[in-house]
């Protein structure tokens, strides 16, 4: 756990805390305690590394046929490439939005919602397969794991957002 010296934390930080572990360790420079400055810059830092890894992520998804053929092993024809560029869309869709909210604050916990949602929906897909399924690809297990770590990690992001005090909201 890192030095937090005068910092007291209420016994759900400091589980949601170590739960993040050496991703929270690294950005815990930003700020000697996690009080709401901190948590605010690491949460922007959070949401435009997530951004920019979704994009990219996306952007794959509209490689040139004989690549997409190459990286996922089947023939792609018009229809389904039609389908790999509505999925890149989508991620970069969502790619933007969380660099909104990293950029502003009124888009801050959208995105955070978003990306948990996307996360545990991609997850439950992929587990769902798995459970139908007989063939297991071995990069598909890599890449649920990914996602439910990145989902939980979102979730504990979003829960230790500052809870806003005035009327509305």
């Known amino acids: 756990m890192p030095r937090m010296v005068g910092?007291?934390?209420p016994p759900m930080r400091k589980a949601v805390w170590w739960l993040c572990g050496a991703m929270t360790r690294q950005l815990d420079q930003v700020g000697s305690c996690f009080g709401e400055e901190g948590a605010v810059?690491?949460?922007?830092l959070y949401l435009l590394v997530s951004g920019l890894v979704i994009i990219a992520i996306g952007l794959s998804?509209?490689?040139p046929r004989p690549a997409l053929e190459t990286s996922f092993g089947i023939a792609i024809d018009d229809a389904?490439?039609?389908i790999f560029r509505a999925i890149m869309g989508l991620y970069c869709g969502l790619g933007i939005l969380l660099l909104l909210g990293a950029r502003f604050d009124i888009y801050v916990k959208p995105a955070l919602v978003l990306e948990a949602v996307f996360f545990t929906s991609?997850?439950?897909?992929?587990?769902?397969?798995?459970?139908?399924?007989a063939n297991i690809?071995?990069?598909?297990?890599g890449a649920v794991a990914v996602e439910i770590v990145l989902s939980v990690v979102t979730l504990a992001v979003l829960f230790m957002q500052p809870r806003r005090t005035h009327p509305g909201s």
């Open 122 to 133: 991609v997850g439950v897909g992929r587990v769902t397969s798995f459970l139908l399924d």
């Open 7 to 9: 910092c007291t934390l």
């Open 80 to 82: 389904a490439l039609h």
């Open 41 to 44: 810059t690491k949460t922007r």
């Open 137 to 141: 690809p071995s990069v598909a297990v």
């Open 61 to 63: 998804y509209g490689a």
